[in-house]
């Protein structure tokens, strides 16, 4: 199947479903938020830049949670009731996004999130668009997860953990406030023994495109998210 060459004066994409086996659909363009908007809308997303060019995917199975399906296992229920974390949202986008790029992983030579992923995303948190928990132990950042809040759904992009158990709390805290503000959809992208640990399940591309559509009809909560004291989320 053929790999597209993104026209760079226009922010369209080919259709998801032209992607090739691997779910390679197109490479080029730019990170600018129009263009991450609409990829993320569309149902692709950028995964690696190499030489200066951007590769967008859109794989088939897609990785989701649906919030209501989360399992938490009993080690992670001692982690909660031992209170060994404490959370916050939207307080260090960017030093979250360094610490995914920069925080090794034992299947993983080196990081896709370059200088200018770290750009684009954090212009798109300006706008109130993309959003990061954050893990600490103390006053030290030991673990988070950062992606993108459109309508209903959640995109999430990558997570990290300087500390055993902190980004599986990470996610789960979020995932809870997720559920309790209405939101019915994590993004995984792409399964992990990890992700799958957590209630993550693959579905059809056609099946994630037709969610897609739903999602249009809702709003989206934009600004500077941060929990309330009921575990919900609030825009500042």
Same mark, same amino acid.
């Given at each position: ?15 998801? #479903?032209?992607?090739?086996?691997? +779910? ?7 990170? &600018? *938020?129009? $263009? /991450? ?84 995303? #954090?212009?798109?948190?300006?706008? +109130? ?7 600490? &132990? *103390?006053? $030290? /950042? ?95």
């Amino acid at each position: 199947m053929a790999v597209y060459l993104l026209n760079p004066d226009d922010q369209l994409f080919p259709h998801a #479903s032209l992607a090739d086996p691997s +779910g390679l659909l197109a490479v080029g363009g730019d990170l &600018s *938020e129009g $263009r /991450l908007l609409n990829a993320y809308c569309n149902g692709i997303f950028p995964w690696f830049e190499e030489d200066g060019d951007f590769y967008w995917y859109s794989p088939d199975p897609r990785v989701v949670l649906f919030p209501k399906e989360l399992i938490i296992h009993k080690s992670m229920r001692s982690v909660f009731n031992q209170h060994k974390f404490r959370y916050s949202l939207d307080t260090c986008f960017t030093d979250v996004m360094m610490a995914c790029a920069s925080t090794p992983r034992p299947t993983q030579d080196g990081t896709w999130i370059t200088d200018r992923f770290v750009e684009g995303y #954090s212009n798109l948190h300006r706008q +109130g668009i993309a959003h990061s928990i954050e893990v600490w &132990s *103390e006053d $030290r /950042l030991v673990g988070g997860l950062y992606g993108l809040s459109v309508g209903k759904m959640f995109f999430g992009e990558s997570m990290f953990a300087l500390e055993n158990n902190a980004s599986k709390a990470g996610f789960i805290t979020l995932v809870r406030a997720l559920e309790k503000s209405s939101f019915w959809l994590v993004d995984c992208q792409v399964g992990t023994p990890h992700l799958e640990s957590l209630g993550a399940r693959g579905i059809s591309r056609d099946k994630y495109l037709e969610l897609l559509g739903q999602n249009t009809y809702n709003r989206t909560l934009m600004g500077k998210w941060r929990l309330n004291e009921l575990g919900m989320i609030e825009v500042e």
